[in-house]
């Protein structure tokens, strides 16, 4: 058994990580730890998860998270970089904070505006690579990796086969909704209930959002060449769940067949990933609290466009879920050891 500790479990990741690991055969649960929540009981802000109610926060410091196998790290981004650093190699460390997910410390600088901590194994297994290699082959035996955004795990997964296959030749754009729970717990005036509710808004509009380069990036290793996203995001009025419309010029020759059969070859053996039966798309609520993801597409002939659209929960596979296929595949367990496949609806 692994010791696993978590830090940022008053969080809405940290939660979602531990609801998970309840279920997980290989680990035992140890540290949760917090900030200001430090000292209270894990119920106060978890009572979901039963069998950790009277599991008390610890504060965030290296000594509490030193002596575990595996360390998760589910806290804003900017904290995990020093935390890592004082972390043995020996301890698998898993972020899903953003500081170690851009190679390019340009676009870091930009979107971020804040020192460049580094680069780690990207965590989002499915990603096709340059060559036809699947990202998984990356990470297998690492002790540290960077867990994608919610955003880049739905639009990546959602792009890339279309890329690698040659069935588009660039102009990607992409409209997605996120549920508020993808903003995190903290209290925010545009979260309150009264905002949101009945309403759906964008934000990060005009090619701002600090996810536009990760899914850049990631887009870019399955074509092996640059790709431009113009990417838009909108806060839609559900507490979970991604659906993301993404869309690129189609390639001369390309066909719907042709496209679907690059996505059906791509996403064939893996447990997680649907390509659904012709006509039926996706929907949040029909992933929601599984790891799954669910992708349909078509060409758009009239306009000459490749269209897919994929759906995800942002906290189980666009977070926690991501984070520990993760740690199945840095650990060399099952990839899909304690990871639903099934969702709750409705
Ligand atoms: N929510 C989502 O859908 C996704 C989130 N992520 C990433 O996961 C990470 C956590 O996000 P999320 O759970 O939504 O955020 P929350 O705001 O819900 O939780 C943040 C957690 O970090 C703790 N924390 C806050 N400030 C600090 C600090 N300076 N040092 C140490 N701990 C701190 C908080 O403790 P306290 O409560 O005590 O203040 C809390 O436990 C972020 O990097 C986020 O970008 C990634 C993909 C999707
Ligand atoms: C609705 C909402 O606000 N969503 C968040 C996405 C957060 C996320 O996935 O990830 P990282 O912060 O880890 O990059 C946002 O747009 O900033």
Redesign the pocket.
Known sequence: MLSVAV?????????EILRLLVGHPEVTIGAV??????G?RLAA?QPQLAPLADRV?RP?TAETLTGHDVVF?????G??AA?AGQLGEDVTVID???DFRLADSQPWHQFYGSEHAGTWPYGLPELLTTGGEKQRAHLLGESRIA????YP?ACSLALAPAFAAGQVTGDAVIVAA?GT??????LKPHLLGAEVMGSMSPYGVGGGHRHTPEIEQNLGRAAGSDVRVSFTPTLAPMP?GILATCSAAVAPGATAASVRTAYQEAYADEPFVQVLPEGSWPSTGAVLGSNNVQLQMTVDERVGRVIVVAAVD??TK??AGGAVQCLNLARGFEETLGLPTTGVSP
């Open positions: 830090a940022g479990a008053s969080g809405y990741a940290g939660g730890t917090a900030a200001s929540s430090a209270d802000h926060l965030t790290l589910a806290l804003p981004h904290a995990s935390l899903c904070g953003a867990v994608p955004g919610c795990t996120s729970s993808g903003a995190g717990r903290s979970r942002n906290l666009g977070t």
